[in-house]
């Protein structure tokens, strides 16, 4: 997507991003005329959006534009480099400075004293961990039992024995706003901050196996 350029190769040299420079993301078309990046969403499935003022976001008005290309004209977006999954930033004009909201309903080690591991990533290391294909864990039913990687303690803390559980979820409902789902501890958790019987919210991209009879 980027044509090679020496600015261009010392912006790659200095990137800070985990992904890849010429990765595709949203930006609307008043964004890509030069109006400034006001609203900034990385989706819980990676993607990342652009947003002016106008936050106009018909299909019409998205264009995809590499994540090098959107840095190289919008410097103050490298401050957004660790932006979590399912995070929004907003651009505060009076402090000048990006405000960070957290854009999703999923625990966090804030909010609930644990958070949900990404078992697809966590597969990438664990070899006893293995994800369902993606076509099964976003058509999961009402009533599926789902193991879940639950993580106590907080998701910037190095790692350590004992910090989390596989635990089996029910599901109890879909939520197809923001592409999950609803479901009920069907365990009783070594850790007290989760209990079963607790509902947590969940993404596919938790799903860590799916029981089954056989």
């Known amino acids: 997507m980027i044509n ?5 190769d010392k912006l790659t040299a200095a990137w800070q991003f985990p992904d890849a420079p010429d990765t595709a993301c949203y930006a609307t078309t008043d964004v890509m005329n030069g109006a400034p990046v006001q609203q900034v969403y990385h989706d819980y499935d990676g993607d990342w959006q ?3 003022a106008s936050h106009d976001d018909t299909a019409s008005s998205v264009q995809i534009v590499s994540l090098a290309e959107m840095v190289k004209h919008h410097d103050l977006l490298t401050d957004l ?3 979590p999954y399912g995070w929004r930033a907003q651009w505060n004009d009076g402090a000048r400075n990006w ?7 999923f625990p966090t080690f804030a909010d609930h004293g644990y958070y949900l591991e990404d078992a697809v990533w966590l597969a ?13 864990r976003e058509h999961l039913g009402i009533a599926c039992h789902v193991k879940i990687v639950f993580r106590f303690a907080p998701e910037e803390a190095d790692r350590g024995d004992d910090q989390c559980e596989r635990l089996w979820v029910e599901v109890t409902a879909i939520d197809q706003q923001n592409d999950g789902y609803l479901g009920r501890i069907d365990n009783h958790p070594h850790h007290a901050a989760a209990r079963h019987g607790d509902l947590v919210s969940f993404h596919s991209l938790h799903v860590a196996g799916l029981y089954s009879k056989e």
């Not at 405000?99 to 309903?105: G, L, M, N, S, V």
């Not at 990438?124 to 099964?136: G, K, S, W």
């Open 4 to 8: 090679p350029t020496h600015s261009e």
């Open 50 to 52: 652009f947003h002016g």
């Open 81 to 83: 480099h660790d932006l």
């Open 99 to 105: 405000d960070r909201f957290k854009d999703h309903p």
């Open 124 to 136: 990438r290391y664990l070899t006893d961990i293995q994800p369902p294909p993606a076509e099964v």
